[in-house]
């Protein structure tokens, strides 16, 4: 295949602009998950109760897979990005992080009780599985047009560009740099595999 200059292309800065947007829902709800994280690591260190998933969070965990299925996201993918994110809280918590990145994240929910901040990321997680499977209709309809354009799926400089951008965004945001580079690589994945399994005689219905 060719490679194109898409720079220019109006209808494709349109979708990647999508995109972007899509990514900062989603890092915003990352950020804001995080912190909700810290805050239960901190209630449960208080109440000497263990850091591993709870019963109730491992039903939390079927009816978030059940919902990325029904969004037509892979099978175990969202499990995949989940895991992620609680491995690194997780990690973090081992590491010893400083008193202070933690006390401010509590004031704000130091009266809710373990049970509410569940509740608070079990919404949290179902609207990152939503933005993330919105993110791949894009993803889908950038695939369809490319392979109108005869264009390969893979722009391996592009991608480094946006996962730099990504990295600057965590950064930013006080999110886990690392974190943020292992799930997007692991969307990346997911996104090609898209484009791949895309064939011409889809893209000729392409609006």
């Given at each position: 295949m060719k490679?194109?200059?898409?720079?220019n292309d109006l209808l494709?800065?349109?979708?990647?602009?999508?995109?972007?947007?899509?990514?900062?829902?989603?890092?915003?709800?990352?950020?804001?998950?995080?912190?909700i994280v810290n805050n239960i690591i901190v209630l449960k260190l208080e109440e000497g109760i263990d850091l591993q998933q709870s019963d109730a969070r491992k039903e939390d965990m079927k009816v978030l897979i059940e919902m990325s299925v029904e969004l037509k996201l892979?099978?175990?993918?969202?499990?995949k990005i989940?895991?992620?994110?609680?491995?690194?809280?997780i990690m973090q918590h081992e590491q010893k992080i400083p008193e202070n990145s933690l006390q401010g994240s509590i004031i704000d929910d130091k009266l809710q009780s373990l049970a509410d901040l569940r509740k608070r990321l079990l919404n949290l997680d179902k609207a990152l599985c939503i933005v993330l499977a919105e993110r791949f209709c894009i993803v889908k309809k950038i695939?369809?047009?490319?392979?109108?354009?005869?264009?390969?799926?893979?722009?391996?400089?592009?991608?480094?560009?946006?996962?730099?951008?990504?990295?600057?965004?965590?950064?930013?945001?006080?999110?886990?740099?690392?974190?943020v580079k292992e799930i997007y690589n692991a969307i990346h994945e997911v996104a090609l595999a898209i484009e791949e399994d895309i064939k011409t005689p889809q893209s000729n219905n392409f609006p």
């Open positions: 490679i194109v200059n898409l720079a494709m800065i349109d979708m990647r602009q999508s995109i972007d947007h899509f990514d900062t829902a989603f890092l915003n709800l990352l950020a804001e998950r995080t912190r892979e099978q175990h993918f969202f499990k989940l895991d992620l994110v609680f491995q690194n809280a695939g369809q047009y490319k392979e109108i354009l005869n264009i390969p799926p893979l722009d391996p400089v592009r991608w480094q560009q946006v996962l730099q951008h990504k990295a600057e965004t965590a950064q930013m945001l006080g999110i886990n740099v690392s974190l």
